[in-house]
């Protein structure tokens, strides 16, 4: 925020207003309210520092009224489950009413939920609920563009000189047939629609059904900062900002520069240079801050931030730490191959090049194919696996994760284009085939349907199924759920890995990722990961003295390899193949 007041006399307005948020909200506000999680007792960050973030594709989550599509009330009934995980915060993706094309993305009611998923009181049941468990929900806020059902839409396409006109992106073609420029959908081919009623081109960075919104309109920002109200008012706890980076086109609309080569769906590679990350996205930003801010209670605003170099995300954080608290950091979990010399240099520039900002790693969402199948050899999957999870969690990101992940479940990529549900699978097959496979039901049991519903899902269950599921793993103790479950608890209540700093070492030659969390007082904690199908005995001791450490042994917290002892020589740490282990550090 940047109202001019003296330090002091705003900790104690923050403090006035604290007392009055409690006093005078209902139970759900007061969780909402509550400073960070205080498992060591010792800290005052606010809680989305801390937190791990759960992503649920509401429609492949829980079916609880037998139609095969996910819903409210099937996520209400999970909450248990999600607790004993140890999630913090739920992000929905889209639940309101929508044509489903792009499955959500396409939102012709913002104020409301689709039937599909529940009513409006289903949700605050589930806020009330998730409450209860300590669970904070957050949406997705789609602002770049609506649906072509959405009554703005329709009004501004129903003649030139309707009021909403310019609320979406209306031009002339450059002549007959041809559209105003170059530019290309993300989804495919021109992002121009040809309208014959106007005879003029609506411009849609994604589906057709999803034209973009004029934000250049002031009147755009106050309809979508009202829609922001009307959720921090049910209680939300904050937004996940869908393609923010594409709100803003350049007012020349002059072509994009074409690059070598063609993409998957056959058009020519194009710079995107006119209608991605301008500059203007920051002011909305601000002011969307600005709004979340003044409501009780810490609400957080994540990015979908899909940025090649450090230096821009760490633009996203804002000059006054004044936009995104949380932009998604794609460096790390989308490095897309066990390199552990990029791994290592994307971790060390998440501490070094963010200016501070606590990063927000992910390897995993409803738009590529999961962690699982991007990293796994094959063979040792679920060992790799945990190492992705060690590095999400005890490392000093917040942790945003998508359902499933902590199970091992696999992409179920479509075999044939007639069984292709994602449009861009549709029109991109072969290349291109669509997102369904990382968005298939939810897997709790071995039954039919893995426990997701009693009828056919809309999407099919990976055959994985019977063996990998929350019901099983939950059962064996080496699982890779009981190993999420194991970080998770240890990220909260070890000192070093909750509040530590995250000094990141150079073993690229043994083929080892490791680093060290070194807490303000008491004992540090060493993070080893094997990134590699040879076993390991290495030394630390070099490590420790660089960094002013004094060590000789090591207390297991915890190890992948079940066989490995209480206690460990800093001289000697036994790593399997794709093992990973944690300990304290003693002298
Ligand atoms: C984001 C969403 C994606 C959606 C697109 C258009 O990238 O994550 O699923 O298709 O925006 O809204
Ligand atoms: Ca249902």
Known sequence: MTRKITPLLSSLLSLLLAIAAIATLPAQAQVLARPGWAGSGVTVDPWWKHAVIYEIYPRSF????????????????????????????????????????????DISNYEAIDPQYGTMDDFEELVKEAGRHNIRILMDLVLNHTSDQHPWFKESESSLNNPKR??????????????????????????????????????????????????????VQKAMFDVVRFWLNRGVAGFRLDAIQTLFEDPSLQDEKLLPGTNDYGDPNQDDSL?????????????????????PGTRVLIGETYLNNVGDLAKMYGPKNDELQLPMDTQVGFINKLDVTEFRERLQEAETGLDGNQPLLVFDNHDNPRSWNRYGDGVHNEAIAKVLATILFATRSTALMYYGQELGMDTNTPTRKEDVKDPIGILGWPREKGRDGERTPMQWDESNYAGFSTARPWLPVPASYKTVNVADESKSPNSLLNWYKQLIALRRS??????????????????????????????????????????????????????????????????????IQPTMDIDAVQLQPFGVYIGEIHF
Do not use: M
């Open 62 to 105: 829980q079916d609880s009224n037998g139609d095969g599509i996910g819903d409210l009330k099937g996520i209400t009934g999970r909450l248990g489950y999600l607790q004993s995980l140890g999630v913090d915060a739920i992000w929905l993706t889209p639940i309101y009413p929508s044509p489903q094309v792009d499955f959500g993305y």
């Open 166 to 219: 310019d609320w979406y992106i209306w031009r002339d073609g450059k002549g007959p047939g041809q559209p105003p420029n170059n530019w290309q959908s993300l989804f495919g081919h021109s992002a121009w629609k040809y309208d014959a009623k106007t005879n003029q081109w609506y411009y849609h960075k994604f589906y057709p059904q999803q034209p973009d919104l004029n934000w250049r309109n002031p009147e």
């Open 275 to 295: 209608t991605d990350y301008l500059p203007e996205v920051h002011n909305v930003l601000r002011d969307l801050r600005k709004l979340t801010n003044s409501y």
């Open 494 to 563: 070890n000192h070093a890995l909750h509040d530590g700093t995250n000094i990141v070492l150079n073993h690229d030659s043994d083929n080892v990722l490791a680093w060290i969390r070194r807490p303000a007082t008491g004992a540090a904690v060493l993070v080893a990961c094997n990134f590699s199908a040879t076993p390991k005995s290495l030394s630390f001791k070099q490590d420790l003295r660089q960094n002013h450490i004094r060590g000789a042994f090591l207390r297991t917290l915890l190890r992948s390899d079940p066989s």
